[in-house]
């Protein structure tokens, strides 16, 4: 009988559990079964709530600690305990599913079938027979928390939502039913301001634990793949070792030096560039993805980087990205990095629009090379990233790859295609030399806004077209 509501969980074992199943699967009584799902048992020290008065508890671990399944476990102790409206929160819809409620660690299987709440996925709620119910939310919806009240959070990897902020301030906001409101939030470290900002809260009780400490319930294949590989490396001292790191020795781009640089605005653009690094990705593959970047040259002088659209698709995909990036800022230029491809790059996009120009820039130096220059305009205060709304930052994974650039290489995994492409944009803008009668196209552009605006105004019939030599009879003089 007991063997049928064993908990998944109990096929990997210590001893100690082993002798403890073996005496309870003789007892008689029902409720000896309880046993297997009681986490004061079964859980480790750090899988405890914290004993006193605490608002917020912080669980900072590594991968594979057991955090999905200690907020699990909290939030059915929550609602043994009489709480009775409890918030879910993960990065997406599907990881709040998948992962919080039906995974293998989640709210579901650690729940003993006499006391499993009902998964009402249409209303994205758990119902419990008590009356209790707890709702699901993602952080790609934070507006969705602005209304509702909780008496309890859970909120599982925080360190990679996409509205962190947000969605985290709309949480507070309904966090205040009942008499002591508490959130659980379960993440491997990252440095962002969010997390930062939660560990210096006095209300805050932190629990660190690192991937060695689950050893004995986790497959020997992946300890011994995932520990030979990252271990002693710097994404294993964040992912194991759940350290929450600084900018990396060497970083070209320090975080301080990007937060300084952003605006949420721009001034009138003197030219404005889309810059592409190829890639070899047909689209359908897990190829490096095309790098594609938007920046202009300020009145004021400071470079302006003002988008990024970067992906993964076909040739003919990605080239219709990047001219669409340009008609959308009005660029005067599409600059391409030709190592991959040769003329195909820029056949690839004057596919798409023949009379589109295009540069195409050899990479001669190595990456770090390439960068150091303009890492440098950045340390001196000459480029802003133009971010209108904080709490959305489209310039986020350009961010990242800017971080793990250093002068020793770039320490993140794959190719910094984002980084590459934002080094071709401001060196065109700033450190190459201007093209051929450049000078000259530029007034005429300007002078040719100036009349299109005249010939707006006349608003006559059979107007010659800017730029002709009727039009510069006419207005010329």
């Known amino acids: 009988m007991f063997a049928n509501v064993l908990p998944p969980w109990s096929l990997k074992l210590t001893d100690f559990e082993v002798e403890l199943l073996t005496m309870i699967a003789g007892m008689k009584d029902w409720p000896a079964a309880d046993v297997g799902f009681d986490w004061n048992i079964w859980g480790r020290d750090k899988q405890q709530a914290p004993d006193g008065d605490w608002r917020f508890w912080l669980i900072l671990a590594g991968r594979g600690f057991g955090k999905t399944r200690t907020g699990a476990e909290w939030v059915k102790t929550q609602v043994a305990a009489g709480r009775r409206r409890i ?34 996925s249409s209303r994205r709620r758990l119902v419990w027979r008590n009356g209790a119910m707890a709702f699901l939310y993602s952080a790609e919806e934070p507006e969705r928390l602005r209304g509702p009240q909780h008496d309890a959070a859970w909120a599982d990897e ?49 629990t660190r634990g690192t991937t060695y400490e689950n050893g004995p319930n986790m497959p020997r294949a992946f300890l011994e793949r995932i520990l030979g590989r990252y271990k002693n490396t710097r994404l294993g001292r964040q992912e194991i070792h759940a350290e929450m790191l600084g900018d990396a020795p060497g970083a070209l781009w320090p975080q301080e030096t990007l937060l300084l640089s952003r605006v949420d605005r721009h001034p009138d653009l003197r030219r404005v560039v889309v810059a592409v690094d190829p890639s070899g990705s047909n689209g359908n593959d897990e ?62 996009l004057q596919t ?20 150091e220059p303009v890492s440098a305009l950045y340390e001196q205060g000459r480029v802003r990233h133009v971010i209108p709304d904080p709490f959305d930052n489209r310039l986020a994974d350009l961010e990242a790859e800017l971080r793990q650039a250093t002068s020793n290489g770039y320490l993140g995994e794959g190719s910094p295609n984002r980084l590459d492409a934002l080094v071709w ?53």
């Open 87 to 120: 918030a879910l929160i993960g990065p997406t819809a599907a990881d709040v599913r998948d992962v919080m409620v039906e995974g293998d660690s989640g709210i579901l299987k650690v729940c003993p079938p006499w006391d499993r709440p009902q998964f009402q």
């Open 158 to 206: 925080l360190a990679a939502w996409t509205h962190g902020q947000e969605t985290w301030d709309q949480l507070q906001f309904g966090l205040r039913l009942g008499d002591d409101p508490r959130a659980l939030i379960t993440t491997t470290p990252k440095p962002i301001p969010l997390l930062r900002q939660l560990m210096a809260d006095p209300n805050c009780q932190i």
């Open 287 to 348: 190829g490096d993805q095309q790098g594609i970047v938007v920046a202009g040259l300020g009145v004021d002088g400071l470079g302006y980087v003002l988008a990024d659209r970067t992906c993964r698709l076909s040739p003919e995909g990605w080239g219709r990205r990047a001219v669409e990036a340009f008609d959308e800022f009005g660029a005067d230029r599409l600059v391409a990095e030709k190592n991959y491809g040769g003329d195909m790059v820029r056949f690839t």
């Open 352 to 371: 798409v629009r023949p009379t589109v120009p295009v540069t195409l820039v050899t990479a001669s130096r190595g990456k770090v090379l390439r960068a």
């Open 425 to 477: 944009a401001l060196t065109d803008l700033f450190l190459a030399a201007d093209p051929p009668g450049s000078a000259f196209l530029e007034l005429a552009r300007r002078e040719t806004e100036r009349m299109s605006g005249r010939n707006e105004v006349k608003g006559g019939a059979g107007e010659p077209a800017p730029g002709s030599v009727e039009w510069l009879q006419q207005y010329g003089g």
